[in-house]
């Protein structure tokens, strides 16, 4: 009987050593991110903020392809014109009625589609530079690329019964959505966010 506890004494403690035990049984709580940053999926690293977005530059790579092929194909039809002028110019007299001469001469219009064919060549390339520069964050760039692509795609289906201009069309209105989204919009205001460096200075992404 002299074993026993009474039944108004204190409880007996829960421990044998007189310590509580912990609330997690491993010692230590888990990080409620493993990675320490939030927002990012668990067991995988959140995106690098300054990462250039894929579809940023799917658009870059589809305009300097598109761009750089045309450009390819304006040239030699424009190399071709100054080459068979002559040539040319008899075959554009000889569609001519009588009235239309007196409008304008052949050689009028082998000059005109020489120039135009010249035009079109260097917006190739203007629009091949303006990728590698939306391409490197410039966000000028970006629009002037977008009213670039959607001038292309309006000129694209003014001949959309043939096979090119299909591609050129298809080509305006990817980049122009490509530019737009899977992140695009944010890495560019992030850019624009950013103070300035001092003179002397480049930023950490080239």
Do not use: H, K
């Amino acid at each position: 009987m002299s074993d026993q506890q009474p039944p108004w004494g204190p409880p007996p403690p829960e421990n044998p050593d007189g310590q509580q035990p912990p609330a997690n049984p491993y010692g230590q709580q888990p990080p409620a991110n493993p990675y320490g940053q939030p927002g990012a999926p668990y067991g995988q690293p959140a995106r690098d903020p300054e990462r250039r977005p894929g579809t940023v530059t799917a658009a870059g790579i589809v305009t300097i392809v598109l761009s750089g092929l045309s450009f390819l194909l304006y040239a030699v039809v424009a190399l071709l014109t100054l080459v068979a002028r002559d040539d040319m110019i008899d075959a554009i007299e000889d569609e001519l009625t009588a009235d239309q001469r007196d409008a304008f001469s052949g050689d009028d219009l082998a000059t005109f589609i020489t120039a135009i064919v010249v035009v079109f060549a260097v917006w190739c390339l203007i629009a091949l530079v303006l990728a590698i520069f939306a391409m490197r964050r410039s966000n000028v760039a970006r629009i002037l690329l977008v009213v670039s692509s959607a001038v292309t795609a309006l000129v694209s289906l003014l001949g959309i019964a043939s096979g090119v201009s299909a591609v050129t069309l298809i080509g305006g209105v990817a980049v122009i959505v490509l530019l737009f989204t899977g992140g695009a919009n944010e890495w560019y205001s992030r850019r624009r966010q950013q103070p300035e460096l001092p003179l002397g200075t480049t930023q950490p992404w080239g």
